[in-house]
């Protein structure tokens, strides 16, 4: 199927006083970008980039068949595009955010999903909870709320820019959603809509309003921040008005400071000081959470991490909130420097009282010259995912609805349930509503390695390693607790220390001469015969 228009010919005007007005031109015209070009080979150049990034799927229509009133801006095309049973429109430069204030990013699929699924278990626990979309754009995370879970959730989505509210409003027309005009009062019977045959199958609100004076207005129950960039400039209003047990998922796209970029920025905005690490990937979920421990006991309130993913070009961070001082003050303490040897990258978080001299394990202060440990933090040293909550843990059930749903047959993710064959805590003989969540005592046996080490940043010259699976299964048969992570592919988080990861993996390497020795005496054995 061609994505471009037929070449035509158009009276190009004049921008000089040296070309006729009457020139004709021949250009051809993009249906996926609504680019211009005017050569030929220009465009097959440029059809072929939108081919190989899997662009060409979509349906799309002209500003005269858009089902609405009015027209697209500036006579621009709509694009109708599906996700997850939901239709949104989209303006032509929709992919560009320095030209478009309805940015929608296709990559972004896997967050929207692991959000929905998160925001789902917590509708099992209460019923209706009132959620926030706190940056619409398109609208598409709070269409999808409404559409799945009907009566279930009220949404409220909001967005500062007039474009962005008027294309929500549309999109909400496109999936048979009615619009509250910004009254929170009740929807219907008992706040439910009403399931009569050609009515609206859910209602949303769509404000036009700036996401730190809504959080600060109203209370919600669950609260998701995607602003673009990073989103430490609304964690304060988020936790002022979140209700008691209730969840924030917090969405950093700014990379070039969570991955140690522009360390610069990184101390301006999340106040830590990081180095470009083999895990560096969980440094920068980790740097999140404790700046999200802070923005909450600020307001007096504690968080418990359920989820903490980074993939892509983002970091998703799910926490519950726990109010009181106590539970602040908890999470305070989960907040230490780690100390991490910059030559062969041992690391170790720092108890309170701890002396720095001699508190890595390795030996590479002594037998270097210098000082090779550097501090970096603070960060947060609890567990990244939550498994020891009834009923399997949060997390858990993200990940199964999640993988039972929508999992991409491109990416695997391991449940945290798996790791280190632990079974999720039994909920209470008596207990039989299972609404209200029972924390377990802490358990130092329960605590999961922070950090992991990647098998091939420490292979060894000259020796084949084992396969990885393999090699899970050594560590565990030497007595650690291991799995894998998907922080990294090759990532193995173990409690083992680098000397013993690097014993067993020398153990059980090959030389590679052996193989090529074994090989050759084949070759030659079959020869003979």
């Known amino acids: 199927m061609c994505i471009c228009h037929l070449p035509c010919r158009n009276l190009k005007p004049s921008s000089s006083g040296d070309q006729a007005s009457g020139r004709h031109v021949a250009h051809y015209h993009c249906v996926v970008c609504s680019v211009t ?43 109708i595009m599906k996700e997850l ?25 896997t967050n929207r999903q692991l959000v929905f699924c998160s925001l789902a278990v917590l509708a099992e626990e209460r019923n209706p909870i009132e959620c926030l979309d706190a940056f619409g754009a398109t609208g598409i995370m709070g269409l999808q709320w409404a559409k799945h879970l009907r009566n279930a959730v009220k949404v409220t989505i909001t967005d500062i820019s007039d474009t962005c509210v ?31 045959e050609g009515s609206p199958i859910a209602t949303v609100e769509v404000a036009k309003m700036d996401a730190n004076v809504t ?45 140690s970029k522009s360390p610069n920025v990184t101390l301006r905005h999340y106040g830590c000081h990081i180095v470009r690490t083999e895990y560096y990937k969980e440094l920068a979920a980790r740097m999140v959470v404790a700046t999200v421990a802070r923005a909450a006991a ?13 993939l892509e070009h ?11 001082p106590t539970q602040a003050d908890e999470s305070a303490k989960k907040l230490r420097k780690l100390l991490h040897c910059q030559w062969c990258e041992e690391r170790v978080f ?86 209200v969540v029972k924390k377990m005592k802490s358990d130092a046996s329960l605590d999961h390695p922070p950090f992991y080490y990647s098998i091939h940043r420490h292979s060894i010259r000259g ?48 030389p590679t001469y052996t193989n090529a020795n074994a090989a050759q005496s084949s070759a030659s054995a079959e020869t003979t015969q």
């Open 314 to 324: 983002f970091v998703l961070v799910v926490v519950r909130v726990l109010r009181g």
């Open 166 to 196: 008027k294309m929500i409003k549309e999109n909400c027309e496109l999936n048979n959603i009615r619009v509250d005009g910004g009254s929170r009062g009740p929807r219907g019977p008992d706040g439910a809509t009403s399931e009569v």
């Open 298 to 310: 600020r307001c007096n309130k504690g968080i418990e991490v359920l989820l903490a993913v980074a």
């Open 463 to 510: 020796m084949n390693m084992p396969k990885l699976n393999k090699f899970l299964q050594y560590l565990t048969e030497a007595g650690f607790r291991v799995s894998r992570t998907h922080f990294d592919p090759t990532g193995v988080r173990t409690d083992a220390t680098l000397e013993q990861f690097k014993s067993v993996l020398t153990k059980y390497s090959v």
């Open 85 to 109: 049973g939901t239709n949104v429109q989209l303006l032509p430069n929709h992919t560009t955010p320095q030209k478009s204030d309805t940015y929608f990013n296709r990559k972004m699929k």
């Open 215 to 259: 959080m600060h207005l109203w209370p919600f129950d669950y609260i998701h921040l995607d602003p673009f960039g990073t989103a430490v400039n609304y964690l304060d209003a988020a936790f002022r008005n979140v209700r008691n047990l209730g969840i924030v998922s917090v969405t950093s796209t700014d990379t070039s400071s969570l991955y």
């Open 350 to 435: 720092l108890r309170q009282g701890t002396m720095v001299d001699d508190s890595l394990p390795c030996n590479c202060h002594g037998s270097l010259p210098g000082r090779t440990a550097v501090q970096l933090g603070p960060l947060w040293c609890g567990p990244l995912f939550n498994i020891v909550l009834e009923g399997g843990g949060v997390t858990t059930q993200v990940c199964k609805r999640w993988s039972h749903c929508w999992v991409p047959s491109q990416f695997s993710f391991s449940c945290p349930a798996l790791m280190f064959g632990l079974s999720p805590a039994k909920r209470k003989s008596g207990d039989e509503s299972g609404n």
């Open 37 to 79: 070009i005017a050569r030929k080979t220009d465009m097959v150049s440029h059809l072929k980039r939108h081919v190989n990034k899997g662009e060409t799927e979509a349906s799309y229509s002209g500003s005269s068949d858009v089902p609405f009133d009015e027209p697209a801006p500036s006579g621009q095309a709509y694009e």
